[in-house]
């Protein structure tokens, strides 16, 4: 709070822990949102720091669970997003999210929301861009893939994604992810926050580096970056005579930035 921070995004899972060994355990570690004492908890801090918040914890709603991103701020919970697509044992744990993609109103901007393996499909980010979020924040919780991990100057192929989709879709995108090994469960760090340009903003957090980053940026610049030059606006250069402007999609309206 020192550094002036107004908008916090921590990683996936963050209270918890990511692994579970049971769904008994899963259960356990679950609460409701946002009645339960973690997003409360959240609720206090951003009152108290007036900051906005941006967490994940294992949601329980009836027997379901869902791995929900949780966006609080000084007046209290404001909204919440279901994960939609679940890494490997998750499926085993969560039911995959049932509440589309939502865009949050907030006098920073136009907050979307989505969880770790969202970025591998392009659509997600797309979607939340088209609705007019100014930034999309996603707690992560990248874990080891395949080798290589990294590439010669240390970053994940998640991160690459990220920037790619910040870039593509020109909007600002803030990740937070875990460093280290819990249970079965080894963390690629490269926490990164990319620019509506894809670019980090500062840099990429290293694969072993236990950091916060900072970015001092007016998240509604995004709404101007569409457009990149006399003749090319992205958004008006989509071909939606060929395919439909939100793919399909029936869970939010179209929104210019």
């Known amino acids: 709070m020192a550094e002036g921070a107004n908008l916090i995004v921590l990683p996936e899972l963050a209270t918890t822990g990511y692994t579970f060994f049971s769904r008994e355990e899963a259960f356990a570690h679950a609460e409701p949102v946002p009645t339960g004492p973690t997003v409360r908890a959240w609720e206090h801090f951003a009152r108290a ?3 906005y918040i ?44 049932d509440l589309g993609y939502p865009v949050f109103e907030t006098r920073l901007g136009r907050i979307g929301l989505l969880v770790c393996w969202d970025i591998w499909f392009p659509e997600t980010a797309r979607l939340v861009a088209q609705q007019g979020a100014d ?25 690459y994604l990220t920037m790619t989709a910040a870039h593509v879709n020109n909007v600002f995108i803030a990740t937070a992810d875990r460093i280290g090994v819990e249970r079965t469960s080894g963390f690629m760090g490269n926490s990164l926050i990319a ?23 007016d998240v509604v610049q995004s709404r101007t970056a569409p457009i990149w030059n006399q ?21 939010g309206s179209p929104l210019p930035r």
């Open 49 to 51: 720091h007036g900051v």
């Open 54 to 97: 941006v967490g994940c914890l294992p949601e329980l709603d009836g027997w379901k669970l869902y791995d929900t991103a949780v966006l609080v701020g000084p007046e209290g919970f404001i909204g919440k997003y279901r994960k939609t697509h679940l890494w490997n044992e998750e499926k085993l744990f969560f039911t995959p999210g």
């Open 135 to 159: 930034i999309i924040c996603i707690p992560t919780g990248w874990v080891w893939t395949p080798p290589p991990l990294y590439d010669a100057s240390g970053t994940c192929m998640a991160a």
């Open 195 to 217: 620019g509506t340009n894809g670019w980090p903003i500062g840099r990429i957090a290293g694969p072993d580096e236990d950091t916060i980053l900072y970015a001092d940026i």
């Open 231 to 251: 003749l090319n606006d992205l958004h008006r250069d989509r071909r939606v005579d060929l395919y439909d402007q939100m793919l399909g999609y029936r869970g």
